[in-house]
């Protein structure tokens, strides 16, 4: 296949990634703009209305975005020669590596912290409700970081492209 036309795929699943990840961190704090504590009656049971809506959201389709978003973008810097620079934060492609690693930070935030504690959360690790409240707020915390990291990832992923020659 054609190096351009991986390229365009590379970057329409970059985009698409993009769109799916940061979306569900902005939808999420449009549904919740601010914390509100659970507290032991809503993780009791199953069915209360607050543990319902918790697990009523799709938990999955978004962590995967957030990988698909990471490896087309390094994909994408790899078939243009770039990915060296880029980790080495070279001239005009300082930008996006420094998009790239905020990028990465997000990721292995979202793997590593998030998640583990989201899982004790919604019931999927068994945990006491002790646990599960004090995860409440880590990944009320958690979310909250990628989404306000989300906005200097996006400036100087757009940076690289538009915008190289003032890091240059």
Known sequence: MDSGVIDLLLRWTHLFGILIWVGHNYASVVQRPSYRPLCADDLITPDSPRMTALLGREHGTFR??????????????????????????????AP?????????????????????????????????????????????LSSRTNTMLSIPTLFFMAAGSHGGALFG
């Open 96 to 140: 996006i590596g420094i998009g790239m690693y905020l990028g990465t930070f997000m990721v292995l935030n979202l793997w590593l912290v998030l998640w583990p504690h989201q899982k004790k959360l919604l019931g999927f690790v068994p945990a006491s409700i002790e646990e599960r409240l004090r995860c409440s707020r880590i990944t009320h």
């Open 64 to 93: 995967w975005a957030a990988v698909v978003t990471l490896a087309s973008g390094f994909g994408m810097l790899a078939l243009r020669g770039w990915l060296p620079g880029a980790l080495r934060l070279e001239g005009g492609l």
